[in-house]
């Protein structure tokens, strides 16, 4: 499984753009770039998941340049609400895979 | 999407005792998986649950510690086996959607405190 780095902790502010950067220098051709937020008191939530280029939902956007060895999760206009640890997952799209989380990104947004 | 129910939402035990954690999903899924999370703390995965079949158990949990049972393919439990404080800690089950979506399903969690 690919080790990844993403930064423990970021501040924001509500309305801002946030762009969490996970690195995964060791992404095998056939892994997928998977992120899950955890809200306090909560299980983890899938947020979005891709393969290369871009991938948009209505959550979020997931950006991954041509080399594959980093990601990128870009939360629009964000709020109170989007206060939560944000994991960065790198691995198999078969559904008989685990899943291993690393230390995660703990983002905090003020009003 | 598969909802997953975990019962009980908390518990307090005392130390030496043993606590069974149930997982149930609303839907028939391929893998089951145990997790356990210190407070501030990330994710670790315990054990993939194995219908069937014995459990799957990663590198420093032993189903001595850890037993589970996966009887059918929407239910599964966790016992912690004689409890020390070391053990309080939130435990989560998670399963993932055999049809289509890879996407992981998480319980809410039961938080344990052994005293």
């Known amino acids: 499984l690919a080790k990844t780095t993403q930064p423990i902790s970021m501040d924001s502010y509500e309305g801002q753009e946030v762009n969490i950067t996970c690195s995964h220098n060791?992404?095998?051709?056939?892994?997928?770039i998977t992120w899950y937020q955890q809200f306090p008191s909560q299980g983890p939530r899938f947020i979005i998941q891709g393969y290369k280029t871009k991938v948009t939902n209505e959550v979020a956007s997931l950006f991954i340049p041509a080399d594959r060895k980093s990601s990128t999760l870009s939360l629009p206009r964000v709020s109170l609400s989007d206060t939560a640890v944000y994991y960065c997952?790198?691995?198999?799209?078969?559904?008989?895979?685990?899943?291993?989380f690393g230390s995660g990104t703990r983002l905090s947004i003020r009003p | 999407s598969a909802v997953i129910s975990q019962k009980p939402s908390r518990d307090i035990c005392q130390r030496g005792t043993s606590l069974t954690i149930q997982c149930q999903v609303d839907s028939q899924v391929t893998m089951m998986f145990w997790y356990r999370q210190q407070p501030g703390q990330s994710l670790t995965l315990i054990a993939t649950a194995n219908q069937g079949s014995e459990a799957t158990y990663e590198s420093g949990f032993v189903i001595d510690k850890f037993p589970i049972s996966r009887p059918n393919l929407t239910f599964s439990t966790l016992t912690v086996s004689n409890m020390s404080p070391e053990d309080s800690s939130i435990y989560l089950c998670?399963?993932?959607?055999?049809?289509?979506?890879?996407?992981?399903?998480f319980g809410q969690g039961t938080r344990l405190t052994v005293v």
């Open positions: 997952l790198v691995g198999l799209y078969s559904s008989a895979s685990k899943i291993i």
């Open positions: 060791n992404i095998a051709t056939n892994d997928y």
């Open positions: 998670s399963a993932r959607d055999p049809v289509g979506d890879t996407e992981a399903f």
